[in-house]
């Protein structure tokens, strides 16, 4: 039973953060005189810690069902559910907004996980811009 819980918080992450993403393409930032609003940010803000709440939650599922994907120095991460919860939320926002540290990380499955994740890292501002960029072109020519 536990397994197939897993697997739900699994599948709600995965479409979380897919939903998410198309949150951001389909997003028709609002020009008050100026091209880019707070709004515009707020909404990348929302996206990234979507993503990678969405991300680590797949981590944590793996890791707690008996899948080692994240390691710490020379040791798998776990210990208490907190623990556990920390680290795998904190390994998550590194690598969407970074390369990462090196002091977690990812094993086994958990290394194309970690690659797709670095990849979202990189597209969100790209998908940020050029879809701002879009939309203030359309609202220029309909002006």
Do not use: W
């Amino acid at each position: 039973m536990s397994k197939i819980l897993l697997f739900l918080v699994m599948l709600v992450a995965v479409v979380g953060i897919m939903m998410s993403v198309l949150l951001l393409l389909k997003n028709k930032p609002v020009f008050h005189g100026k091209q880019v609003s707070i709004r515009n940010f707020f909404i990348l803000l929302l996206v990234y810690m979507t993503v990678a709440a969405g991300f680590g939650c797949i981590y944590m599922a793996l890791q707690l069902m008996g899948v080692t994907v994240l390691t710490e120095g020379n040791y798998e991460v776990g210990g208490s559910f907190f623990h556990l919860l920390e680290d795998a939320m904190y390994f998550s926002a590194v690598t969407i907004l970074s390369v990462g540290y090196g002091d977690i990380t990812p094993l086994g499955i958990g290394r194309p996980i970690a690659m797709l994740e670095a990849f979202f890292g990189y597209l969100l501002p790209t998908a940020f811009v050029v879809s701002t960029v879009f939309h203030f072109k359309d609202k220029v020519k309909a002006n």
